[in-house]
């Protein structure tokens, strides 16, 4: 049976908004061609946008609003004033059955405060978590959390484990994935109180994953495990550094293979090279946060992301929506939860 698909898109979200929204809906579609759009923005802006994009226009209805939530704007303030925002509006239409996924390329904190406060959570999970793929020497692996969470306990990170591994089960097809926690090192001795007793948790059976213990900083780039899991305040550093060291690299390269005329010739006979490794580590291909753990599927898409970056993002959620995580996710909680009762009880009745 075919999944219905709209999706609810932020048309005032972003740098480059409403124009990247627009075009990476009309990209999205080509993958997508059963999906539909609601569009949340001003319609004086969209309108003509869609106008001269008659196929998109077709599976396209605008839902009018001038107000918008900007860049700098607080969460606490965003939820406040922002009650016709386009990003509130958009998140309603989750809640209210209209569309089945969220995208948008606005203010993070406030999407999350938006979403966390319109959608709530799903049964069993107590915080969200913004996961994102990121690229390895074998593949892709998940990070989470990557900044919602500044500060995380034991159960906070087990539940990370379980929503990183229905992600990665979801998006990337791994159906045993396996999770590590990001520490400064391998040995049991090494972390916090946090991370050691998270580890003990993620280590009892019966978990959805294969859990490999301890991984480092340098395990991301390796692709040691699937799933990376971490605090909110590291993930976010860690994020950050990746994305710093590419473009760091990136102009290394520039300014490598154009300092003298030999270089410029050596550069234009690796084009055909650059071109593919440019493709692998484009972060526009990994563009699409998710907030993991709410009653809804919510994906923020990098603020200054162009058409080709946005129309990924409409990708993650798309699938997500298409794969049924947040069934998978409720339902792994939830047996995960049953165990942990059944080991419970068994362990008071060995001690009576």
């Given amino acids: 049976m075919k999944r219905d698909l709209t999706i609810a898109l932020d048309a005032m979200g972003g740098d480059n908004a409403p124009g990247i929204v627009i075009r990476g809906a009309e990209l999205a579609r080509v993958r997508y061609p059963d999906a539909k759009f609601l569009l949340f923005g001003d319609q004086m802006q969209l309108n003509p946008l869609l106008k001269s994009k008659p196929e998109l226009a077709s599976v396209s209805s605008v839902r009018h609003t001038a107000d918008f939530v900007s860049g700098d704007e607080k969460p606490t303030v965003a939820l406040r004033k922002g009650r016709k925002s386009s990003m509130q509006l958009a998140v309603n239409a989750i809640r209210d059955g209209e569309a089945q996924c969220i995208v948008s390329a606005g203010n993070t904190g406030a999407l999350m405060a938006i979403s ?101 900083g340098d395990d991301i780039g390796k692709g040691t495990v699937n799933v990376f899991v971490v605090d909110g305040f590291t993930g976010n550093l860690m994020l950050k550094s990746i994305e710093g060291t590419v473009k760091l690299y990136t102009e290394y390269l520039r300014w490598a293979f154009g300092s003298t005329l030999f270089s410029k010739v050596a550069g234009f006979l690796a084009k055909g090279a650059f071109k593919r490794l440019k493709a692998r580590i484009d972060p526009r291909s990994y563009n699409g946060a998710t907030f993991l753990g709410l009653n809804g599927i919510v994906v923020k898409s990098h603020g200054s992301a162009d058409g080709f970056g946005f129309a990924n993002a409409v990708g993650v959620g798309a699938d997500m929506v298409k794969n049924g995580l947040n069934k998978i996710i409720t339902k792994e909680i939830a047996s995960y939860t049953e165990q942990r009762s059944k080991m419970s009880e068994a362990a008071k009745t060995d001690v009576l």
């Fill in 116 to 216: 966390k406060v319109t959608l709530r959570m799903l049964p069993g999970i107590n915080r969200p978590a913004i996961c994102a793929l990121c690229p390895t020497e074998i593949g892709d692996s998940a990070m989470l959390d990557l900044g919602a969470n500044i500060e995380c306990d034991p159960d906070n990170l087990l539940q990370f484990g379980v929503l990183g591994a229905a992600y990665v089960r979801t998006v990337l097809g791994i159906e045993k994935p396996t999770v590590g926690l990001l520490n400064v090192g391998e040995e049991e001795v090494k972390g916090g109180d946090v991370v050691k007793k998270a580890a003990i948790l993620l280590r009892e059976p019966n978990l959805p994953f294969d859990f490999k213990g301890f991984v480092e």
